[in-house]
């Protein structure tokens, strides 16, 4: 009931809810199946790019919320970065940054608690295998060094880091141990002596923050996730930064994933780009704007038939339906959570407020945005709900509907 509620109030104020989107998910049901297709393909050692095309209020974020429910379900690592000022993507080690600040697995939240749950099970594994004390530390060290072999591969000084940390605890050094996880996170602030005490140089910067992020793709792969879902949103951003030479590094960055995932140099991870049509169509600061990009995830062919295996993924408008339906399960869970019979009142009129906003969104040249109509639906159930007497008819119901779809366009 708890998250019903929550879902409810997320909804309302025109954001994503924190959990329970599968719920409510309607209309997206072909391109749900094909990210479960991509995700048993990562799970496989593979690695992919995959990009979110839709217009504001479409839906994008919505869906990028189900497919992480779904990744978290199938033992998945997830990060979600939000492209804005302070992550610009023409500077990825600060989106590598909040790549690993962000880490979230079905178990917990963070890279240091799947360390932690990590070295709990080897320990757990020596602790079987004999009561001495420092020959179970030698069989953790032991396991520790076959688990980082596919690590080391990529960046040797983020293994090292790992095993450093783990010394650090076992020593009882909380400071280094601490010292040893900023840095894996990405931190520039750590003293070149305390860098030396775990066996490290330099920091993450431009030139390695894609190896570290090979590095750690690998390394959670070795421990038995299935792999790592990195959604990354808004970046129609980029098409905000004025100098061109930002733009053009920002996607860059993005070509250098696509290619990397094509050539196998990430194990086990899955990059999902968001952005508005204007990101992708835009030919003097969009997608169009830098070739190099353009011409790996254009279509190849000119066709309004649908086809998600392509590198862009277009998520259309909602369908009459669609919205029905997704009408009908708001109203079956706020009888719920307010325990009431919403249905008695508005049932009728669903379709009617449906073909209402529809009208609304050609008058004013928009399109038919689903979390609009969202918005206005559940404030018009929260007024009947607390106006039960006033609002008894479908007139009364409608009119409602329509002066509140004003007020949101104002």
């Known amino acids: 009931m708890d998250d019903y509620e929550d879902i409810i109030h997320a909804l309302k104020e025109g954001n994503v809810p924190p959990k329970g989107t599968s719920e409510i998910c309607v209309g ?15 799970k496989g050692g593979k690695s992919a790019t995959k990009f979110l095309e839709g217009d504001y209020g479409g839906g994008k974020s919505f869906l990028l919320k189900v497919i992480e429910e779904i990744a978290f379900k199938d033992n998945f690592v997830v990060s979600k970065v939000t492209i804005t000022r302070d992550i610009p993507f023409y500077k990825f080690e600060e989106v590598y940054k909040n790549i690993v600040q962000t880490l979230r697995c079905k178990t917990g939240i963070s890279l240091e608690h799947i360390i932690q749950r990590w070295i709990t099970g080897l320990k757990m594994v020596a602790m079987e295998e004999t009561e001495d004390s420092e020959r179970q530390n030698e069989i953790v060290a032991e396991n520790m060094v076959q688990d980082l072999e596919e690590t080391r591969k990529h960046a040797n000084s ?3 880091a790992i095993e450093k940390y783990h010394n650090a605890l076992i020593a009882g050094d909380i400071e280094t141990a601490n010292y040893a996880q900023a840095w894996l996170r990405g931190d520039s602030n750590i003293p070149f002596v305390v860098k030396k005490k775990f066996g490290v140089k330099g920091e993450v910067t431009k030139e390695n923050a894609f190896t570290f992020l090979e590095a750690l793709s690998a390394f959670l792969r070795s421990l038995g996730y299935s792999g790592l879902l990195i959604l990354i949103d808004e970046v129609e951003y980029i098409r905000s930064l004025q100098m061109k030479k930002l733009r053009d590094g920002a996607y860059d960055y993005i070509r250098y994933i696509f290619d ?5 140099n990430f194990e086990s991870t899955l990059f999902v780009f968001a952005g508005t049509s204007g990101f992708f169509e835009d030919q003097r600061k969009g997608v169009p704007s830098y070739p190099a990009l ?3 995830i254009k279509d190849a062919l000119d066709t ?5 295996r392509k590198p862009i993924m277009r998520l259309e408008g909602f369908k009459k339906e669609e919205l029905k339906e997704l009408a009908s399960k708001i109203v079956e869970m706020h009888s719920k959570v307010y325990d009431w019979d919403a249905g008695s009142y508005v049932n009728f009129t669903i379709e009617d407020l449906v073909d209402i906003h ?5 008058l004013t040249g928009g399109k038919t945005t689903p979390r609009e109509f969202v918005r206005t639906f559940l ?5 009947i709900q607390q106006n039960p007497k006033q609002l008894d008819s479908d007139e009364a119901i409608l009119k409602l509907f329509e002066e509140r779809e004003v007020e949101e366009e104002w």
Do not use: P, Q
């Open 304 to 308: 309004d038939h649908k086809d998600l």
């Open 294 to 296: 353009y011409d790996r």
């Open 260 to 264: 990397e995932c094509n050539l196998g």
């Open 158 to 160: 983020f293994a090292i």
């Open 28 to 42: 997206r049901e072909l391109e749900i199946e094909e990210m479960k297709r991509l995700f048993e393909k990562i």
């Open 379 to 383: 404030s018009v159930l929260d007024t």
């Open 358 to 362: 529809e009208n609304n969104a050609l």
